[in-house]
Nanobody
Framework: QVQLVESGGGLVQPGGSLRLSCAAS????????MGWYRQAPGEQRELVAA????????TYSGSVKGRFTISRDNAKNTVYLQMNSLKPEDTAVYYC????????WGQGTQVTVSS
């Protein structure tokens, strides 16, 4: 059974930083391209960052490019999202999944950016 467990969220002031982690189990993690998604209240879930299976190539949505960095450690079955220069509009629940959203969503981790 596939399990995705996100962690690392919290309340941060504008301009601050957070590092999110997503630990995966029940899969051959290194076989999958992974993504970080977020869903703000009243909005659809959107992909904000992606990393290929080897970790060599990453891509970002325009709203986070230059501020967020996705990475992965295949030995630890974990994908990370380093978020810098956070803005109030980054407030959302953050989730991980593969790029086809093939697994059940985890509980997510809440990120709130507010002064």
């Amino acid at each position: 059974q596939v399990q995705l467990v996100e962690s690392g969220g919290g309340l941060v002031q504008p301009g601050g930083s957070l590092r999110l982690s997503c630990a995966a189990s029940g899969i051959i993690f290194s076989s999958y391209h992974m993504g970080w998604y977020r869903q703000a209240p009243g909005e659809q879930r959107e992909l904000v960052a992606a990393v290929i299976s080897s970790g060599g190539t990453t891509t970002y949505s325009g709203s986070v490019k230059g501020r967020f960095t996705i990475s992965r450690d295949n030995a630890k079955n974990t994908v990370y999202l380093q978020m810098n220069s956070l803005k109030p509009e980054d407030t959302a629940v953050y989730y991980c999944n593969d790029l086809n959203r093939r697994w059940s969503w985890g509980q997510g981790t809440q990120v709130t950016v507010s002064s």
